[in-house]
């Protein structure tokens, strides 16, 4: 790889050598006075894969992962709908990386607020951001910002528990449509078509039971603006929807449509032909009797969320037709759809890092594998941020499955490792330093050992219930539980 540059404080600066060696090359066995202290910010998948590639290099290493939540895993503990326990069995993995000893926990700290970018490099050798992405991609069109129109991601914090969201959710919508063909969009969709008793054995805190238990819903629509080769569904949790005894998915026999693009795209990808053969069976069966339905629609743009007094009355979308490419174009022929709410599930969108350059059309940290780019010098060389890496959606946007983060992990390790030589050691490295700073800030952080003790609390309120867990929803409970700073 080439030699780094590095800025800093807006300057151009040459390069420093560390005490470290490097991992790779001729030095890699070279003694070292002590690890490489690296800061991982974001402990979701993206953060622990980061921090597993890490240790299974040659470097030896001394991690520090920063969660803002008081517990880890992210995306996966406040992402992944609770009747998905599969995807949460990931857990399981990410907790082995979390159990060795080169990796230390500690949650509960706002990057920004609690500890700067300053204050880390003043512990650290390098940092790495894994901050995900959390918030609604946008969608311009006219009466998004009524009342009854939601974005996705705000939702699925609500049910999954977030502590940081209200703990109410209006639900008296009968008639809902949600914008959107990729897995969030299903969750949703699925959420909202199911009863609250079928949600009540998984993980669910009470107050998203009494609000799903309360739910009016009796008619979900899924709006995608191509055809069925081009819906973002894994075939898995597409045909999950079907398993549901409470709800019938129906597919009209007029959006079942390919041209040349589509036919080629489901040559090229067994996955993509599952989906279209799965809606096609749909397609064609007889309508059964289930109460809520589901209806899955291909073909209809959205044009405008209408609404009276404020508040969303209908869906306005327009007919497309595939242009031969797998792509659309509008026909003018616009339908209105009896709604009384709609959700947008058009993708997440990273928020912006303090101290960090960012890229807002893209949602991004701009980088060139991993390591952040600041701009260009008049010769058209790239110019990084020093020992500054990011990984996972904060790097790449918010596509792919969560295994993709691993691959993403891996490159932007390599890139760091490749640096490490010429990093400027940390003024205060030893591991107890920053545990003093935060401690002299009156921060009450939390410790990996603290998740087990929340782990166990929260396996003791499902029991009497004979459920898995409950999940503990307010952050003071949380803290409660896992006893800040005792390790």
């Not at 209809?300 to 009276?308: M, R, T």
């Not at 990273?350 to 350059?357: A, E, F, G, R, W």
């Not at 893209?362 to 600041?374: D, S």
Request: charged content about 25%; proline content about 7%; glycine content about 10%.
């Amino acid at each position: 790889m080439t030699e780094q540059s590095a800025v800093e404080d807006g300057g151009v600066r040459e390069p420093s050598v560390v005490t470290q060696a490097s991992s790779s090359g001729p030095d890699a066995h070279t003694a070292r006075t002590r690890p490489l202290r690296i800061a991982i910010v974001g402990a979701g998948p993206a953060g622990i894969y980061a921090a597993d590639a890490l240790m299974k290099s040659d470097a030896e290493v001394s991690i520090d992962l920063y969660e803002r939540m008081p517990a880890p895993f992210g995306l996966i503990r406040y992402g992944v709908a609770p009747d998905h326990p599969r995807i949460k069995g990931i857990i399981t993995a990410l907790h082995k990386v979390l159990d060795k000893p080169q990796v230390r926990l500690l949650g509960n700290i706002d990057y920004g607020t609690d500890i700067t970018l300053d204050d880390l490099r003043a512990f650290y050798d390098a940092v790495i951001f894994s901050t995900g992405a959390n918030a609604d991609r946008a969608l311009p069109i006219p009466g998004i910002d009524l009342d009854g129109s939601y974005g996705a991601a705000d939702f699925v914090s609500w049910y999954d528990g977030h502590p940081d969201v209200p703990r109410t959710w209006p639900l008296d919508a009968e008639k809902v449509a949600v914008l959107g063909v990729g897995n969030v969009a299903l969750d949703v969709a699925r959420v909202l078509a199911k009863t609250g008793d079928e949600l009540l054995p998984t993980e669910i805190p009470p107050n998203v039971y009494k609000g799903l238990k309360a739910n009016k819903a009796v008619e979900v629509h899924v709006f995608g603006r191509r055809g069925p080769a081009q819906a973002k569904f894994t075939p898995l949790e597409l045909r999950e929807l079907d398993h549901s005894p409470t709800i019938e998915v129906i597919v009209d026999p007029e959006d079942i449509d390919y041209d040349e693009g589509s036919e080629a795209a489901r040559r090229h990808s067994k996955q993509v032909d599952m989906v279209a053969n799965t809606l096609e069976q749909w397609a064609i069966r007889d309508a059964g009797d289930r109460p809520h339905k589901l209806f899955l629609h291909f073909f209809e743009s959205p044009a405008e969320i209408l609404g009276e007094n404020g508040k969303v009355v209908g869906l306005r979308t327009e007919r497309t037709q595939l242009d031969g490419t797998g792509n659309v174009k509008g026909t003018g022929v616009f339908k209105d759809w009896d709604v009384q709410a709609v959700y947008r599930a058009v993708g997440y969108l990273s928020q912006n890092l303090t101290n960090l350059p960012f890229d807002d059309q893209a949602g991004t940290v701009p980088n060139e594998a991993g390591r952040v780019l600041v701009d260009e010098n008049a010769d058209g060389a790239a110019r990084y941020m020093p020992a500054t890496y990011v990984t996972g959606w904060i790097k790449r946007g918010p596509v792919g499955l969560i295994g993709h983060t691993k691959g993403d992990a891996n490159e932007t390790i390599a890139c760091l490792l490749d640096d490490a030589p010429r990093f400027t050691p940390a003024e205060r490295p030893e591991p107890e330093a920053v545990i003093e700073f935060l401690e002299g800030k009156g921060i009450p952080f939390t410790t990996w050992a603290g998740w087990y003790r929340l782990d166990a609390h929260e396996r003791s309120l499902g029991e009497p219930e004979g459920r898995e867990r409950v999940k503990v929803v307010e952050r003071e409970d949380m803290l409660r539980a896992s006893e800040p700073h005792k390790v």
